[in-house]
T-cell receptor, first 114, second 113 residues
């Protein structure tokens, strides 16, 4: 299993541009989440999904959209990038059984908005 | 809202020393998780705790679920250079069944060979 994969690994955007961060998992996990990590602030939840077709907002959803058309994929869309969205973005997934909160993280996408 | 506070924020220690860090919450948690993040990588789960008072070990790592359910501790014995990284505590965010997590701000560990 590849686990949780994210692309791209690095991205630079200009203010106002849009882009999609990709996330895929091959573990047949029902639950997937997106977090952002900023220095000294830990990880903060952006959006999450409890299964295909179901998404909901986390702590910091503004400026981001998600959709979940398949179990495997959970893309994160930035509609109009702003410098405040410069961050490292992590996708995570977990099984619907076993440890309820034991999430597995991807390697991250480092985004800079100029 | 719920908050997790980790201390210390950073530590710089000599190889071979033991390390202690803790995490406190403003509210009761039913689960505590400890993650480690290597430089340039995503967090990796180290230990999960599900019961107040529980003490769990994973190699040189030992974590405890505080009896008040408002704190947790992580100890690393005989540190080695590959212990370098950021250690996060995490717990459930709210009472829903969605697996949403809230994270502490992290403890950065540096180990001098």
């Amino acid at each position: 299993n590849a686990g949780v994969t994210q692309t791209p690994k690095f991205q630079v955007l200009k203010t106002g541009q849009s882009m999609t961060l990709q996330c895929a998992q091959d573990m047949n996990h029902e639950y997937m989440s997106w977090y952002r990590q900023d220095p000294g602030m830990g990880l903060r939840l952006i959006h999450y999904s409890v299964g295909a077709g179901i998404t909901d907002q986390g702590e910091v959803p503004n400026g981001y959209n998600v959709s979940r058309s398949t179990t495997e994929d959970f893309p994160l869309r930035l509609l109009s990038a702003a410098p405040s969205q410069t961050s490292v973005y992590f996708c995570a997934s977990r099984s619907g059984t076993g440890g309820l909160y034991e999430q597995y993280f991807g390697p991250g996408t480092r985004l800079t908005v100029t | 809202g719920q908050q997790l506070n980790q201390s210390p924020q950073s530590m710089f220690i000599q190889e071979g020393e033991d390390v202690s860090m803790n995490c406190t919450s403003s509210s009761i948690f039913n689960t505590w998780l400890w993650y480690k993040q290597d430089p340039g990588e995503g967090p990796v789960l180290l230990i999960a705790l599900y019961k107040a008072g529980e003490l769990t070990s994973n190699g040189r790592l030992t974590a405890q679920f505080g009896i008040t359910r408002k704190d947790s501790f992580l100890n690393i014995s005989a540190s080695i250079p590959s212990d370098v990284g950021i250690y996060f505590c995490a717990g459930p965010n709210g009472s829903s069944n969605t697996g949403k997590l809230i994270f502490g701000q992290g403890t950065t560990l540096q180990v001098k060979p």
